[in-house]
């Protein structure tokens, strides 16, 4: 996907990621962590939040508003890619941390599924039941 | 020590003052709902049925 990104910074495994957006609210530290769910199983998930920088605390509910959330997202998604090039046969598991924020996920992860499933397999929950997500 | 580029296309670059992020799981209460929500289910199984599902359908 040729979208607009940060730069970002990582860890020698590719499992924690930071970069800093830019936009109306200032610079904001993000943080983006893969963690695995169960030992015996290669499902990640997906954490992503705000940090502050003043307590080092993480925060996955908080709104932003900084009116970048395209290149926010576009930035996420760089993630995934170099969290794959080192787990290759691992899933990744992402919700959002509320309804509104798996919905804006949704929303994005369809406008550009076409690109996406060139290069990932990408399935759905619907009801606790797992569906393959198509353009 | 200086950073490294990673992947150039997406300037994604080492920081090895990071590494101490590895094993650290940062957001424990997402990961756990997580591990609650989907405990007792096989995902990988799953998928594979969804795959079988579509090439038994598949015209």
Redesign the interface.
């Known amino acids: 996907m040729n979208l607009e ?14 970069y800093i957006s830019k936009g109306s609210q200032g610079s904001i530290f993000k ?1 983006v ?1 893969y ?1 695995k ?2 030992e015996d ?1 290669d ?1 990640y ?1 997906l ?3 705000d940090k502050n920088l003043t307590t080092g605390e ?1 925060d ?1 509910k908080v709104i932003s508003n900084n009116g970048d959330t395209d290149k926010v997202l576009a930035t996420v998604a ?2 995934i ?2 969290f794959f ?1 080192g787990f290759p046969n691992s ?1 990744v ?1 992402s ?1 959002g ?1 509320s309804l509104s924020r798996t919905r804006l996920y949704q929303i994005n992860i369809s406008k550009y599924i076409a690109e996406i499933e060139s290069e990932f ?1 990408v ?1 759905g929950e619907l009801k ?5 997500k198509r353009s | 020590m200086a ?1 490294k580029s ?2 150039k296309q ?7 003052a ?5 094993d ?4 424990p209460s ?2 756990q709902a ?2 609650e929500h ?1 405990k007792g ?4 199984k ?2 594979e ?2 795959i079988n599902t ?1 090439r038994i359908t598949k015209p």
Request: aromatic share 14%.
């Open positions: 990104k940060y730069d970002i910074e990582t860890e020698v495994n590719s499992t924690y990621f930071e943080v962590k963690t769910i169960f199983q499902i998930n954490g992503f939040g993480l996955d760089a993630t890619h170099e090039n899933i598991y919700k941390s397999d399935y606790d039941t797992i569906e393959r | 950073v990673k992947e997406t300037s994604i670059k080492y920081n090895p990071l590494d101490r992020f590895k650290m799981d940062l957001f997402k990961t997580e591990r989907l289910r096989d995902i990988r799953e998928i049925d969804v579509e």
